[in-house]
């Protein structure tokens, strides 16, 4: 291949990975933190697609789009959560959620 | 020349790849975060073509970019002006230091074991036909090789979208009940 090899990209997925991470960990809105699990996932998919390309076949690329469509999924549970705590009131903190009253 | 032209484009989107992931978490409103986001899963897209995902590039752009980010600016809207505290405001706390040393060890400890498994093998790729990629050989694969994963997947997407209706509906029905 010309350009660069997979290690290249996957330095790159590892780095995308911990962005993210540190966004989960360091970040108190949920909004935020739900965008950080984007950017995990996508450090992950990158990763699959890179050996993809290393092994000449499509089913890193396949997992991808399951990832993909799980990842969905993931937003409307979690977005579906924060609304129903914008809509009571409950301030948008992670920390401030410690109990789990019905 | 093709090659330069193809580091010149990948190191390009690696850049905007890393710096909108690094914006996504380091703004205050989370509209302008979901918006670098929507960069992030561009820039991705870039680099899946490099890599000759063309079906996933597009379907990063149409699903990810599209559907998913217009979810999360719907319910930002809805949810109003609720500006997050400055994620490093306040001096720098103890435990935004030792996230910020976890997440390097992370780092450290991902790039360590590429280079100590990987040694310098990933250079020889597999040669690949002109359809790598293509919707229908990744289709093909899809109903085939992987078909129990497509079904599951369905279901999941069904189960999600369920939940998605039912926690609004709770949230709803709970509103009513605290009116007096």
Redesign the interface.
């Known amino acids: 291949?010309?350009?660069?090899?997979?290690?290249?990209?996957?330095?790159?997925a590892?780095?995308?990975?911990?962005?993210?991470?540190?966004?989960v960990?360091?970040?108190?809105?949920p909004?935020?933190i739900?965008?950080?699990v984007?950017?995990m996932l996508?450090g992950a998919?990158?990763a699959l697609?890179?050996f993809?390309?290393?092994?000449?076949?499509?089913?890193g690329?396949?997992f991808?789009?399951?990832v993909?469509?799980?990842?969905?999924?993931?937003?409307?549970?979690g977005?579906?959560?924060?609304?129903?705590m914008?809509?009571?009131d409950i301030e948008?903190?992670v920390d401030k959620l410690r109990t789990l009253r019905g | 020349m093709a090659n330069f032209i193809v580091w010149v484009v990948w190191c390009g989107a690696a850049f905007s790849c890393i710096a909108s992931a690094l914006a996504v978490i380091s703004f205050r409103n989370p509209f302008f975060s979901a918006l670098s986001l929507i960069g992030n899963l561009a820039s991705l897209a870039v680099l899946y073509l490099l890599l000759g995902g063309e079906f996933v590039a597009a379907g990063q752009v149409l699903v990810y970019g599209g559907a998913v980010m217009v979810m999360f600016l719907f319910v930002i809207a809805y949810l109003g002006d609720r500006t997050d505290q400055a994620p490093w405001a306040g001096g720098p706390s103890w435990q935004a230091v030792g996230t910020v040393l976890a997440a390097g060890a992370i780092l450290a400890e991902v790039l360590v074991a590429l280079a100590l498994t990987t040694g310098g093998h990933l250079s020889h790729e597999a040669h690949i036909g002109r359809s790598f990629g293509s919707p229908a050989s990744v289709g093909r694969l899809f109903l085939t090789d992987h078909l129990l994963a497509f079904e599951v997947t369905s279901i999941v997407l069904l189960v999600a979208a369920v939940g998605g209706v039912v926690l609004g509906s709770h949230a709803r029905a709970l509103e009513d009940d605290a009116r007096p």
């Not at chain 1, 291949?1 to 790159?12: F, I, T």
């Not at chain 1, 590892?14 to 966004?23: P, Q, Y």
């Not at chain 1, 960990?25 to 809105?29: P, Q």
């Not at chain 1, 977005?79 to 129903?84: D, E």
């Open positions: 291949m010309h350009g660069p090899d997979v290690a290249w990209y996957l330095v790159l590892g780095m995308l990975f911990v962005t993210g991470a540190l966004g960990l360091v970040r108190r809105s909004l935020i739900l965008l950080s984007e950017i996508n998919n990158l697609i890179a993809a390309r290393h092994y000449g076949h499509e089913d690329q396949v991808a789009i399951a993909m469509a799980i990842a969905a999924s993931e937003v409307v549970v977005l579906g959560l924060i609304v129903a914008g809509r009571r948008l903190d």
